[in-house]
């Protein structure tokens, strides 16, 4: 199963940027270097105020990638839109622009310039609450300083700061003692570390065809609303495979969770049982679109508790079986 679009597929769209100099009338604050030599592949976050309680005057610039007399790539954000600008010398050149998304008025949000290696193009993106509204690739400067200025510093909820971008591995086997700390967050229900067995001999005895060379798993029991999730990793994980054994005990859903923003935005791979909208005892994550139509597997965007089904291929998991779920995740497409 394939889900293949541009970032403007991902609720918002991905695309300009642009750069203007700020007036001389305005107060700006002095410039902080973030980083003096970025890395090659990494990302500035902030976190905002609601526009509403910005002055008109407010604006914020972050500088990338920037160097001496050369110049460098500029973000300015301002109360209604974000543009992204190329500096040369004397000359700019805008690059891309977009509207700030409606809600930002009210809420508080969050933005991150993200800065991309070779192996993903050169891409410099722009992301407000974890969907992209700003994308480009670009590798005219690829070294240089992060910084940024601002007009009111008072429009921060926290300040900028700067995240370099490493490959990403995490593996967990589970073969720990249940009370030893855990990589993971509990997000909704019960997950126990235990022996393979703790989980089936309570219905039947385990066959030795069954049996794997690691006996430990991580047992989930759902809440009383039918969902069990547990999350691990960082903010800035953004391009990585996610891949897991998985026995479910009984017909209800199953799946994985990547982009995890929190409890009400993620990208998820849900799979319903083969049973599950005869018996009508679906359990999980989705499990009232899983009784609406015939046993799937679906790619679905989850965006602020609004689900939108982006891929779908027929057929449903037999309770009892081994099944190995992977979940592949870039900025271009998503594959399960």
């Known amino acids: 199963m394939q889900f293949r679009k541009w970032f403007g597929a991902f609720s918002a769209c991905l695309f300009a940027w642009a750069i203007a100099h700020v007036s001389t009338a305005m107060a700006i604050s002095q410039t902080q270097v973030l980083e003096a030599e970025c890395d090659p592949s990494f990302n500035v976050f902030v976190v905002f105020k609601p526009v509403e309680s910005w002055s008109a005057d407010a604006q914020v610039q972050f500088r990338i990638n920037f160097q001496h007399q050369r110049g460098g790539y500029v973000v300015r954000v301002t109360p209604s839109s974000v543009i992204l600008f190329k500096v040369a010398g004397s000359n700019q050149q805008r690059l891309a622009r977009s509207a700030l998304p409606a809600f930002t008025r009210k809420h508080r949000w969050e933005l ?34 992060a910084e940024y200025n601002a007009t009111r510093l008072e429009i921060f909820i926290k300040p900028p700061r700067y995240q370099p971008i490493e490959p990403i591995y995490f593996m967990d086997d589970f073969t720990r003692a249940p009370d030893e700390p855990s990589l993971w967050n509990v997000v909704k229900g019960s997950w126990q570390v235990g022996h393979l067995m703790q989980a089936f001999t309570s219905r039947r005895r385990m066959l030795a065809s069954e049996r794997t060379s690691n006996p430990f798993a991580y047992i989930a029991t759902p809440a009383d609303d039918g969902i069990a999730l547990a999350v691990s990793g960082y903010w800035f994980w953004e391009s990585y495979t996610l891949d897991a054994a998985v026995r479910p005990d009984g017909n209800g859903i199953i799946g994985l969770i990547v982009f995890y923003q929190n409890p009400q935005s993620y990208l998820m791979l849900r799979w319903a049982s083969q049973h599950a909208s005869k018996d009508g005892d679906a359990q999980g994550a ?6 609406s139509h015939k046993p799937s597997c679906e790619l679905v965007w989850v965006v602020n508790g609004q689900e939108r089904i982006v891929s779908r291929a027929p057929g449903g998991y037999e309770a009892g079986q081994w099944y190995r779920l992977t979940l592949r995740a870039n900025c271009e497409k998503v594959e399960a």
């Open 112 to 145: 991150t310039v993200q800065r991309r290696n070779g192996a993903d193009r050169y891409r410099i993106a722009v992301l407000v609450n974890g969907s992209p509204i700003i994308a480009i690739n670009d590798s005219t400067f690829r070294a240089g300083r």
């Open 286 to 291: 989705g499990a009232r679109k899983a009784k």
